[in-house]
């Protein structure tokens, strides 16, 4: 097997490195398309999500700000050029553009808080294994939650916030069978306050 890439293993602190994803769209009870938006920190694949309510770069930029208000500004964002957010080539290079409204543009914005965004190649799918992994595993809880329910946007909030929950709970450490005191180490303990 390779060894990891060197963004995985480099210690650092929780979410300072991060790849990013959409995925989506979610029907919501009034007809409007939400979606999700992932970060997952790329040493431990701890995730936050974030409910957008559309793939704009307006709605994509909140949804950056929000992230870095609660976790700290990163210093290396990593997300597919070919598939990151669900709709193509066209959204993406939306992002880079300034729109009508006068926004900024994600890299513009990435400049001025110190960011640097690597795309990966169209090409390679498999570098951004990491994150779509957890899209599956957050597809695959809210299917087991929802199912096809249709739900307004506090209450998709507050299902994906949960769902986040569940998966910062998974293991990282071995489960004691015969002493069940020893707790083990989740993602959840990496997610400490820290200044921001």
Known sequence: ????????????????????????????????????????????????????????????????????????????????????????????????????????????????EGVQWIFNPPGAPWMGGVWERLVGSVKRAFQKTCGRKKLTFVQLCTVITRIEAVLNSRPITKIHNTDLSILPLTRKGFQLPMEL
């Open 1 to 112: 097997m390779a060894p990891l890439p060197k963004d995985r293993g480099t210690e650092s602190r929780t979410f300072e490195r991060i790849g990013c994803d959409f995925l989506g769209p979610i029907d919501s009870a009034t007809h409007k398309k939400m979606y999700v938006c992932l970060y997952t920190y790329l040493t431990t694949r701890a995730v936050h999500l974030e409910v957008v309510e559309d793939s704009s770069a307006g709605a994509f930029l909140n949804s950056f700000t929000r992230f870095i208000s609660r976790r700290g500004v990163q210093n290396y964002v990593r997300s597919d050029c070919g598939s990151n957010f669900k709709l193509g080539q066209k959204v993406i290079e939306k992002l880079f553009e300034e729109n009508e409204n006068g926004d900024k543009s994600v890299m513009s914005y990435c400049a001025t």
